[in-house]
T-cell receptor, first 117, second 113 residues
Framework: EAGVTQFPSHSVIEKGQTVTLRCDPISGHDNLYWYRRVMGKEIKFLLHFVKESKQDESGMPNNRFLAERTGGTYSTLKVQPAELEDSGVYFC???????????????FGPGTRLTVL | AQSVTQLDSHVSVSEGTPVLLRCNYSSSYSPSLFWYVQHPNKGLQLLLKYTSAATLVKGINGFEAEFKKSETSFHLTKPSAHMSDAAEYFCVVSGGSQGNLIFGKGTKLSVKP
C-alpha cells in the first residue's frame, strides 16, 4: 500500500512568488491534514479536510494560504505571495476517521521543505 | 485546551543503554496520545499510540510508553538503544473533536557508539 506522498520535496522561491504544494493521501482516506513546522518551532496544524470539504481551517495563518481538495482525492496548498516567514517544512497527513474516541492514526508524508529568499 | 510538553530538547545515550524521553500532557478529557519519530530526511513515523485501553503501550522497534494519569505523563522508553534510534521524537496529543494533532517541540536523541 502506497503511503502519503508529497511534491515537491524541496522548493526554493523568492519573496513575492507563488508556490503550490501537493499531497496525495493514502487511497481510501477521507481525512487529510496539513501541518507546518517553521524552524525552531513545533509542528503546527493548519487545516483538515473531510473528503473535499474543509472541516477545520483554524490553523491557517492568513489569507495568503489557500488549500483545496477537489474531488476529495489529492490536495494542494498554495502560498501567494510567499513571505520570508513562510519558510519551513509542510507536512501532509491522512487518516480513515477523525475524533478523539477512535484515536485514528494519521499517516504522514515526508514533507515539503519550502525556503523563501 | 490540550497541550504536551517534552521535557528535554536533546538526549544523548550510549549504544546498549536505556532510553527515556519524557513527556507531560494537559487535556480536559481522556486524551489520545502518540509518539512519532522522524529520522533525518524522512517523514514522520508513528511509534505507538494510547487510546484509553492498556496503560502500557508497546510500539515498533522495541519502544514502549506508559500512560500515567496521576502524573499526566506519557514517557517513552526503550531498554537498549541502537545506533539506528538516533532521530527526533515527538510526543503528540489529539487536539479535540476534529482530531487535529498537537505536537510537542521534539526531543533529539543521539546515540553514541
Amino acid at each position: 500500500e502506497a503511503g502519503v506522498t508529497q511534491f515537491p520535496s524541496h522548493s526554493v522561491i523568492e519573496k513575492g512568488q507563488t508556490v503550490t504544494l501537493r499531497c496525495d493521501p493514502i487511497s481510501g482516506h477521507d481525512n487529510l491534514y496539513w501541518y507546518r513546522r517553521v524552524m525552531g518551532k513545533e509542528i503546527k496544524f493548519l487545516l483538515h479536510f473531510v473528503k473535499e470539504s474543509k472541516q477545520d481551517e483554524s490553523g491557517m495563518p492568513n489569507n495568503r494560504f489557500l488549500a483545496e481538495r477537489t474531488g476529495g482525492t489529492y490536495s494542494t496548498l498554495k502560498v501567494q505571495p510567499a513571505e520570508l516567514e513562510d519558510s519551513g517544512v509542510y507536512f501532509c497527513a491522512s487518516s480513515q476517521g477523525f475524533g478523539t474516541s477512535g484515536g485514528y492514526t494519521q499517516y504522514f508524508g515526508p514533507g515539503t521543505r519550502l525556503t523563501v529568499l | 485546551a490540550q497541550s504536551v510538553t517534552q521535557l528535554d530538547s536533546h538526549v544523548s545515550v550510549s549504544e546498549g543503554t536505556p532510553v527515556l524521553l519524557r513527556c507531560n500532557y494537559s487535556s480536559s478529557y481522556s486524551p489520545s496520545l502518540f509518539w512519532y519519530v522522524q529520522h533525518p530526511n524522512k517523514g514522520l513515523q508513528l511509534l505507538l499510540k494510547y487510546t484509553s485501553a492498556a496503560t502500557l503501550v508497546k510500539g515498533i522497534n522495541g519502544f514502549e510508553a506508559e500512560f500515567k494519569k496521576s502524573e499526566t505523563s506519557f514517557h517513552l522508553t526503550k531498554p537498549s538503544a541502537h545506533m539506528s534510534d538516533a532521530a527526533e521524537y515527538f510526543c503528540v496529543v489529539s487536539g479535540g473533536s476534529q482530531g487535529n494533532l498537537i505536537f510537542g517541540k521534539g526531543t533529539k536523541l543521539s546515540v553514541k557508539p
